[in-house]
């Protein structure tokens, strides 16, 4: 018998720029007759109900106009459709409509969209490019920036997905006056979260100019918008796979992604997180990592977002204890928090591990006196 090595050692630069601006459509359209996608003619635009009229369309029709081939493919909003069903309604439209390698996928929307569509990109035609499009506080917090994709499952979310680098990301900041109120205010979450692991002087920033954001000020919408954008990028070039740092971006979801599940959605992501914050924020005081005063100032912000620091009485707190064991940081059955440190920091437990093991009672404890 013979044994081979296939050497297939390359070097990859997925290196992409975020745009952070006002009605970029012109400036997408501009940017692919630039090459943004090579010489590709073709777009799948992927979309859901909310925004496919305001964003999605105008965007199809600019580039038709421009003389490429378009369609748009549209999902119900929402949560419950980020599932592997939605992703092969999608791949089984495109095949459909002819679409093969020589496409790229322009995600318009909010996280569910852009996840789904980082997905379908890493997996149709085993890989095409894909270009974000962000429309909400949410996804330009988070979701759109850093190359996690993935879908829901009835067990858990996120648990099925791939690390998929866009061509480019598009942060319309106009496109946050539309949202619902509800909408801006989970978004809200992604950013104190940011700020509780990594800024002390935009956690303060947010306390002193809430009413501002709320309210769409340029300003106060532009210093979080970049704000964000530069606390997550530092920590996806170190850890683009999340085998240790980028661990620090789960702060608050390990309760807040198992909360999010046992509602059935009722919450919605960012409600979720601010939960799973005030969990974690207390976790961290109960190992003296913070103390009480800087605990009360993370639910205060919050509470000043208009963002929820309890448990709904309708959530099943043991479930939701069980439900914890989803997480991805879960080690050989071990839950893990990844704790804050302070206003402005996280815990690094030894070199380069960023989640501590946490016995399952004392996890209960703190949902059960919330």
């Known amino acids: 018998m013979s044994v081979f090595n296939v050497e297939l050692k390359k070097v990859v630069d997925d290196s992409y720029d975020i745009e952070i601006g006002y009605d970029l459509k012109n400036k997408l359209v501009a940017d692919i007759q630039r090459g943004l996608a090579g ?4 777009f799948a635009v992927i979309t859901d109900s909310n925004v496919v009229d305001i964003y999605a ?13 378009v369609d748009v493919f549209v999902f119900p909003a929402g949560e419950k459709s980020k599932t592997r069903e939605t ?19 322009i ?14 990109a890493g997996t149709y035609g085993r890989g095409v490019p894909f270009i974000n499009y962000a429309t909400t506080l949410l996804a330009a917090a988070d979701a759109s920036v850093g190359g996690k994709t993935a879908v829901d499952t009835p067990l858990a979310t996120n648990l099925i997905g791939l690390f998929n680098q866009p061509e480019k990301v598009y942060i319309d900041i106009a496109s946050w006056s539309t949202l619902p109120v509800r909408e801006v205010r989970s978004g809200m979450a992604e950013t104190i979260k940011h700020a509780c692991l990594a800024s002390e002087d935009m956690f303060e920033f947010l306390e002193e100019n809430m009413d501002d954001i709320m309210s769409f000020s340029p300003f106060a919408c532009e210093y979080i918008a ?5 606390i997550k990028y ?6 683009e796979k999340e085998t240790g740092l980028r661990e620090v971006l789960n702060l608050g979801h390990t309760v807040g992604r198992a909360i999010e599940t046992v ?27 913070m103390d009480s005063e800087q605990v009360a100032r993370v639910v205060a912000l919050l509470e000043k977002a208009g963002l929820p620091t309890t448990i709904p009485d309708y959530i099943d707190r043991e479930l939701l204890v069980k439900k914890l064991y989803t997480d991805k940081k879960v080690r050989n059955g071990k ?4 704790l804050q440190k302070g206003i402005g920091d996280v815990v690094e437990f030894s070199p380069g591990v960023f989640a501590l093991a946490v016995e399952e009672e004392v996890a209960r404890e703190i949902i059960n006196r919330m």
């Open 234 to 239: 530092k920590v996806v070039m170190q850890d």
């Open 39 to 42: 010489n590709i003619r073709k």
């Open 107 to 120: 995600a318009v929307g909010g996280g569910v969209v852009t996840d789904i569509s980082g997905f379908i």
């Open 335 to 338: 839950l893990r928090f990844v």
């Open 263 to 289: 509602s059935d959605y009722q919450l919605l992501h960012g409600e979720a997180v601010a939960i799973g914050l005030v969990a974690q924020a207390m976790l961290s005081e109960s190992f003296g990592y």
């Open 87 to 105: 992703k092969a309604r999608i791949e089984d439209a495109m095949l459909e409509k002819g679409y093969r390698r020589d496409c790229c996928i």
């Open 226 to 230: 970049e704000n964000n954008c530069q």
């Open 57 to 69: 369309r105008p965007i199809s029709e600019k580039l038709v106009r421009e003389g490429y081939e």
